[in-house]
């Protein structure tokens, strides 16, 4: 698999609306997948990526918020405390930010790449991506967080995304 073959969807595209499947196991097809999601994701100076984003309808995303990549599969938030608002973007929503609002601290369990089952409780960025990459696993968009004053300043360009994706 290369790089080319990872193309990032984009904002009207409806595998990014879907509800992913759960991953049943990683053995070495997936890993390749994933190298090549982190490598893209580190390509296009994100700090997250679901499989969604690139066209895979499984419950799995990479992310590197500086301290090296981690990957998440079948994630569970199980815990949130507190409440942050900041400002969030999205490679599937090129140059779009939005205010978005979620949990200060989680604790989420999920499996990682070795099939091990894992816990981790985090706050700050690492947990906001953690959240904002779960979203994406469920069909959730950071435009579904939108004000109105947000609509009404990104409107057309994600009408543009929409009228690109039917082209």
Known sequence: MTLSTLRI??????CLRKKCVPVKEV???????INAMIETMHQSKGVGLAAPQVGINQ???VLDVGDGPMVIINPEIKKKS???VFEEGC???P???IMVRRSEEITVYYGD???QTMELTCNGLLARVIQHETDHLNGVM???YASDEEKVTFKEQLENFEAEQKE
Do not use: A, K
């Not at 969807?9 to 409806?14: E, F, K, L, T």
């Not at 053995?27 to 997948?33: F, L």
């Open 82 to 84: 507190g409440l942050c």
């Open 113 to 115: 790449e070795n099939n």
């Open 91 to 93: 490679l599937s929503v």
């Open 95 to 97: 140059e779009v930010i």
């Open 9 to 14: 969807r984009i904002c009207g595209d409806p």
């Open 27 to 33: 053995g070495s097809s997936e890993r390749m997948v």
């Open 59 to 61: 419950r799995f995303f």
């Open 142 to 144: 950071i435009v579904d």
